[in-house]
């Protein structure tokens, strides 16, 4: 069974910074991608920023130039740093994970982490 577990998230105030990470166990045979994704009341899920194995990486227009993801694939983990805040960054935002399994594709959401920013 396959688990993410985050960490970070928090509250700040606009301008300030803040890390998300997440770390992946379990049986996977292979990562394809993984990203975060954030929600906030009366809005579909979007996804803020991904990176696939070969390190391609696409992020949400309005986070350009302030987030950047990163990914360390010896540990399964994900990170995103996040400058510049603003209080539209507001969110729960969760962690994703596209793997491999058995020659079938998978993803799986982490538990999600509250990130509030102050105007």
């Known amino acids: 069974q396959v688990q993410l577990v985050q960490s970070g998230g928090g509250l700040v105030q606009a301008g300030g910074s803040l890390r998300l990470s997440c770390v992946a166990s379990g049986t996977i045979f292979r990562i394809n991608a993984m990203g975060w994704y954030r929600q906030t009341p009366g809005k579909q899920r979007e996804l803020v920023a991904q990176?696939?194995?070969?390190?391609?990486?696409n992020y949400l227009d309005s986070v350009k130039g302030r987030f950047t993801i990163s990914r360390d694939n010896a540990k399964d983990a994900v990170y995103l740093q996040m400058n510049s805040l603003r209080p539209e960054d507001t969110g729960v935002y969760y962690c994703n994970v596209v793997y491999f399994n058995n020659a079938r594709e998978y993803d799986h959401w982490g538990q999600g982490t509250q990130v509030t920013v102050s105007s």
């Open positions: 990176i696939t194995r070969g390190s391609n990486i």
